[in-house]
């Protein structure tokens, strides 16, 4: 078996594309512009075409929407609009020889986190993606767990409140709408008198470290969301960690300290007591997972092993 996997995080506007070694540390990377509208196959060909040269023994991809895993179909995704019923898995195995597995971005992400940062201890985890958007992905007994239809671990979209403010998914209240960057910046023009331009999250967290008020009020009511949105993951699954990733994740104690202190007024003990909360330091997780996960598929010893958590 090679040692490296390519691991390729299709997002909207951008793909990264790394070679992984078995550790998960990326010893190459480039980034290449997605171009949905030229379509499917222009993509897999001008990634086929990258990749000429490198040596590796599988490849793994994460994109962003929902992936029948089985077949490496895409199936939805409102940012690589023409994309869906295509399978990637079929293309790219047909141009590579490799085996190649395919899978949601935040999947793939959270298995990245899970390997490298947690290295495959807890049983398990709820993993959470902190961006634009929020994504997820839940870790059960060792395994991605993607439901029926692949769509487990919308962790985003679940409704926070019944008339909150319009998430992108089209309703309102969802977690993603109170911390997903646009829901970060909306709270920014609510509190602070005057917002950071260009106004980022990380711009928001520096005025809260530099002892804005009003950033730090933002910084509140975005853990305190998100504490409510995993208090509810916690209550159903119990689970061993949460971890969190994602440019947002970088705000530290900013975000940690009100979901912790949501955790701490939970009737319900135990579950919060015990639960791990996990930030390790922001990589190309997507990146990471996709190789790491395509190397474990591609190998029957390592796919055995996976149970073992
Ligand atoms: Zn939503």
Known sequence: MKKLSVGI????????????????????????????????????????????????????????GGVDARTGTLLFAPNLKGWTGFSFKKAFEKSLGVSVVVDNDANV?????????????????VGVTLGTGIGGGLIIDGRLHRGATGSAGEIGHQVLELNGPRCHCGRRGCLEAYAGTYGIQRLARQFMRRPPSPLTPKAVADAARGGNRGARKVWDVVGARLGQGLANLILVLNPDAILLLGGVARAGSLVLDPVRRVFASQPFREPFKTVVLAAPSDRDWGVVGAALLSRERSSPVLGRLLVKC
């Open 9 to 64: 995080d299709v997002g909207g506007t951008f793909t990264k594309i790394g070679l992984v070694d078995a550790k998960g540390n990326v010893v190459h990377s480039l980034q290449i512009p997605t171009e949905p509208k030229k379509g499917p196959l222009n993509f897999v060909r001008r990634t086929v075409a990258l990749l000429n040269g490198w040596s590796f023994g599988s490849v793994g991809l994460g994109l962003a």
């Open 109 to 125: 992400a959270v298995w990245g986190g899970y390997a490298v940062a947690l290295k495959k201890r807890p049983c398990t985890v």
